[in-house]
């Protein structure tokens, strides 16, 4: 099992499904990371962002990957509005509000979805969808065949990381967002306001979901508990990663990729996510600052 | 001890109460409904031992319960035991499993939203664990045969298990209003509201919390037992799926977090509501779940001491303890810093 030849086509597929579960962790960091805020309606975001781009595609027939336009922007406002409008409202500063509220919301969501497209399992069609490239292996293995759409999402997803860290580091939204998130008293005493930050830092984040839903659902599927499997992945990545740090994310989503992909494997697809919990458990006994956290 | 006896006497009205109400009713749906709202209120007391009296929120007590109904259907299915043995074994396996891993993450200081991620986390591991391993029947999940009887915890009628859940929906009551009165929840009252001065005065935090989990975990094994017998299936999604997690915590949350009827309340609020909603609009799955979620977003924003919050106020000279209740302005350094200790 332990082929060069088993092993090459299983890491670039994790390595694939990695860059787009780091997307979807990157805009947790965003959220929680960054402004701790628990948010428990992450992967229930992500449904609502799956099934706006299988609505697009199948009433409309627009191409997923030219929905990011409206999926991104369309996203943003839903986070603002959640920010803004719910959870601001409901958190009373208080942590445990915070898991409540994003807790009801995914609740709201995810049954909003029962309730209006049953919880049959939708795919959608494209003339890409069956493609695959054929990527050469070093060291002489045979290569391996990757879906066309898997490479799309795994580049697609670096770009829109890249642009995510070029608003956080190089844009006065993203110095704002930072001085919030270190120190919110002073941030307000220089003329921040705060609660607008927070529901731009929110907005953003649910914008990474927007994208990551874009890329995902050429190679993937939608039913109404379809995002509940992200969320402890997408808390996972942003522990492993070192809690705000955005390159942490990064690397922590591809890491937690190949390790399902590795796991799944050796151990049995069914198995494939435990390696993921197993190691999410033993960072938060064992080194909570995260993998490539610096923070002590 | 005046106050102990006082939720004593409470807890013996209570439970005269129920007992008369369902000797007094014949209809299935009155007794199932009374049934599940025990059902739902014994979860919710658990919940409220760990997360309401020692303030920390679980996001997997799934887990324990899951335990529970395993224990449970495994000891009589597999090998063969009398179910009120299983269902001792069952409670002891889920105390177990309550004290291993709350000392596991109470050592290494897991708190806040770090807590409630491992214990999700937990949940998780268990859950693929009994799809992929043999001996809890996999994905598919496992039966427990239909034999009626006293000796195999079996009941022809709802009236036997609304007996052996108003127990348990007692004891667990009884063992709250311990915690209300005790030294040992006193001190856990106090890490609860401030961990450090907590231990500065004397209390040890991880006995305390090690303390509250055990006992917690023992009552939702419990509630995972009691599944078994009454449903006579379990499988790994409903076992340790996040759902019974959350029915557990809402409950509590929505009645009112660290009081004595707190959860008992917020179960009966919340199978009303549900039923009510099931019966109004059944036919459009989803709906019942959606307004139970925005019932939850509303109380959240809006009675955030729960229902038995409004009763107190009423009553001032009652109030509970309440929580910390430090806006995050006031205190800049809550975060991830402060998260764990």
């Known amino acids: ?296 | 001890m005046n106050n102990m006896k006082r939720d004593v006497f409470q807890i013996a009205a209570f439970t005269a109460a129920v007992m008369a109400l369902t000797a007094m009713l014949s209809s299935s749906v009155w007794l199932t409904f009374i049934m599940l709202a025990l059902y739902g209120a014994l979860l919710a007391q658990a919940w409220n031992i760990l997360g309401g009296y020692g303030g920390q929120f679980s996001f997997g007590h799934a887990l324990f319960f899951g335990v529970g109904a395993y224990a449970q259907v495994i000891a009589q299915v597999t090998y063969g035991i009398n179910a009120w043995v299983a269902l001792a074994l069952s409670i002891a396996a889920a105390a177990l499993i309550g004290l291993g891993t709350g000392a596991l993450t109470f050592r290494y200081g897991l708190k806040g939203s770090y807590f409630a991620l491992v214990t999700l986390a937990f949940a998780e591991v268990f859950r693929i664990g009994a799809v992929s391993v043999g001996f809890t029947g996999g994905g598919v999940g496992m039966m427990l045969p239909l034999a009626e009887s006293l000796a195999n915890l079996q009941f022809g009628s709802r009236k036997g298990y609304i007996a052996l859940m108003l127990a348990f929906v007692a004891a667990a009551a009884l063992v709250t209003a311990w915690l209300r009165h005790s030294r040992f929840g006193a001190g856990l009252m106090a890490v609860r509201d401030n961990e450090d001065a907590a231990s500065a005065v004397g209390v040890d935090p991880q006995r305390a919390k090690r303390g509250a989990i055990t006992l917690s975990a023992a009552f939702m094994g419990a509630a995972g037992a009691f599944y078994v017998q009454v449903f006579q299936y379990i499988d790994p999604a409903i076992a340790f799926g996040p759902h019974v997690s959350v029915e557990a915590l809402v409950a509590a949350i929505v009645g009112g977090m660290g009081t004595l009827w707190g959860p008992v309340l917020g179960a009966v609020a919340l199978h009303t509501l549900a039923d009510l909603t099931r019966n109004l609009f059944g036919q459009l799955p989803g709906l019942n779940m959606v307004i139970y979620g925005g019932v939850l977003v509303l109380i959240v924003m809006f009675m955030p001491r729960g229902l038995a919050g409004l009763l107190t106020t009423m009553q001032p000279a009652r109030a509970p303890p309440s929580r910390a209740s430090s806006p995050s302005d006031a205190a800049p350094a809550r975060g991830a810093e402060s998260d764990r200790g």
Do not use: W
């Open chain 1, 1 to 296: 099992v332990l082929d060069f030849g088993i092993l090459f086509p299983s890491v670039l597929n994790g390595l694939t499904t990695g860059a787009v579960y780091a997307l979807i962790a990157l805009g947790l960091t965003l959220i929680y990371g960054v402004l701790h805020i628990i948010n428990f309606a992450h992967g229930a975001a992500l449904m609502v962002a799956l099934y706006a781009v299988y609505l697009l595609k199948a009433h409309l027939g627009l191409d997923p990957y030219l929905a990011l336009p409206l999926l991104v922007p369309g996203m943003f406002a839903l986070g603002y509005a959640l920010q803004g409008v719910v959870i601001n409202r409901a958190s009373h500063g208080k942590d445990e509000n915070i898991l409540l509220v994003t807790l009801g919301l995914a609740i709201v969501l995810e049954n909003l979805a029962l309730m209006f497209f049953k919880s049959d399992t939708r795919t959608i069609e494209t003339a890409y969808t069956l493609t695959t490239v054929q990527i050469p292996s070093p060291f002489g293995a045979g290569p391996a065949f990757i879906a066309l759409p898997k490479l799309v999402a795994f580049a697609g997803a670096l770009v829109a990381s890249a642009v995510l860290l070029g608003v956080v580091y190089r844009t006065d939204l993203g110095r704002a967002i930072r001085a919030v998130a270190k120190e919110k008293q002073g941030a307000r005493l220089v003329g921040i306001d705060v609660d607008h930050v927070y529901a731009m830092s929110f907005g953003i984040g649910l914008a990474c979901v927007g994208a990551a839903a874009c890329f995902l659902l050429p190679a993937y599927y939608v039913n109404p508990q379809v995002g509940s499997g992200f969320v402890l992945v997408a808390f996972t990545i942003v522990v492993l990663g070192g809690m705000g740090s955005f390159s942490g994310a990064l690397l922590g989503g591809l890491l937690v990729g190949v390790v399902e992909s590795l796991c799944g494997l050796l151990l049995g697809d069914s198995l494939g996510q435990i390696g993921i919990f197993a190691i999410f458990i033993a960072v938060l006994l064992l080194r909570p600052q995260g993998l490539f956290g610096a923070r002590a």
